[in-house]
C-alpha cells in the first residue's frame, strides 16, 4: 500500500474500519472511510488520525450512502480532491434486513456493483488513471444454505457471480482495474448486532451445506485483512478470484480466477 490512496465503504467500524488499519499499517498515503453512520465515522476519523502519523493528511471520512447513486458518485468525486488518483476500491458496506429486504439488496449489490463502475471510471488508465484494485466483501454464507437470512445470502451470492464476470469485462481490463471478491466466515462486528430476521435468531439453524463446508466458522477480523492485503498484492494474476476465509489464517480459493 506505499504510495496508494484506498477508499472503503462501510469503513466507519467492523471489517470496513480493520481494513483502514491495517491500510495505514502498510503506509498508505490515503484512506477515505465512506459511511452512512456519521457519528461513528467522525468518530474513527479521529482516532486514526491521532494514531497514525502524519493523520490529518492521510485520513478521510465522507458521509456517504452507498445504495445512492448520487450520494457515492459525491464520495468519489470528494476523495479525489482531497488525495487526487486513488488506486484501492473496497466495496465492503453491508446490512441484514430481512424484513425491509429491499434496503438490503439496495446496498448489498447495488452499492457494490456501483462502486465498481465507479472504480473503472475514477482508477482506469483510459480516464486519466493509473489502473487499480477492487476488492469486494461477499460472505462465506454465499455458498452455503440459510433460510432465515434469504434475502442476504442471496445478495452475497450475487456479489458473487457480478465480480467473477465483471473482471473479465473487457472495459476492465483494458483499464487495468482488477477486480476480486472476499468472502469471509463469522466475524464479530456490528453488522451481526443490528440484524434482522423474521425468526428469533435462536431458532437460526445453518443448513447443512453451510456446517459440512465449515462456512459458520467464527474468525478472527485479522485473517480478513490479510487476505485482502494477499489479493491486493497478487491483484494482476487474481482477478476474479472468490476467495473464501474460513480458518486457519489463509485463503481458499473456492472460484479460480477468470482468466484461467
Do not use: W
Not at 497514525?52 to 464520495?75: H, I, M, P, T
Not at 456501483?114 to 454465499?142: D, F, H, P, Q, W
Not at 440459510?146 to 467473477?164: L, N
Not at 434482522?196 to 451445506?209: A, D, Q, T, W
Amino acid at each position: 500500500m506505499d504510495g496508494k490512496v484506498a477508499i472503503i465503504t462501510g469503513g466507519a467500524e467492523g471489517i470496513g474500519r480493520a481494513l483502514a488499519e491495517r491500510f495505514l499499517d502498510e503506509h498508505a498515503t490515503g484512506v477515505a472511510i465512506l459511511d452512512v453512520n456519521e457519528p461513528k465515522g467522525r468518530e474513527t476519523e479521529n482516532q486514526l488520525k491521532t494514531k497514525y502519523k502524519n493523520g490529518d493528511a492521510r485520513v478521510l471520512f465522507v458521509l456517504c450512502d452507498v445504495s445512492c447513486k448520487e450520494s457515492l458518485e459525491n464520495a468519489f468525486q470528494e476523495v479525489k480532491r482531497k488525495f487526487g488518483d486513488f488506486h484501492v476500491v473496497c466495496n465492503n458496506a453491508g446490512i441484514v434486513d430481512e424484513i425491509d429486504f429491499e434496503s438490503t439488496v439496495d446496498v448489498n449489490i447495488k452499492g457494490v456493483i456501483r462502486g465498481t463502475y465507479l472504480a473503472v471510471k475514477y482508477m482506469g488508465t483510459e480516464n486519466g488513471g493509473s489502473g487499480g484494485v477492487v476488492i469486494n466483501t461477499a460472505s462465506a454464507v454465499g455458498f452455503g444454505v440459510d433460510p432465515k437470512f434469504a434475502v442476504y445470502v442471496a445478495t452475497k451470492q450475487a456479489v458473487i457471480g457480478f465480480t467473477r464476470n465483471v473482471a473479465a469485462h473487457r472495459m476492465f481490463i483494458r483499464n487495468n482495474v482488477h477486480v476480486a471478491a472476499v468472502c469471509p466466515g463469522v466475524v464479530k462486528t456490528a453488522l451481526l448486532q443490528k440484524s434482522r430476521v423474521n425468526f428469533p435468531l435462536k431458532e437460526r439453524s445453518h443448513g447443512i451445506i453451510g456446517r459440512a463446508r465449515g462456512l459458520y466458522n467464527e474468525i478472527p477480523i485479522s485473517y480478513v485483512t490479510n487476505a485482502v492485503m494477499r489479493l491486493i498484492e497478487n491483484s494482476e494474476k487474481m482477478s476474479g478470484a472468490i476467495v473464501a476465509v474460513i480458518a486457519k489464517d489463509r485463503m481458499k480459493i473456492i472460484s479460480p480466477p477468470s482468466n484461467l
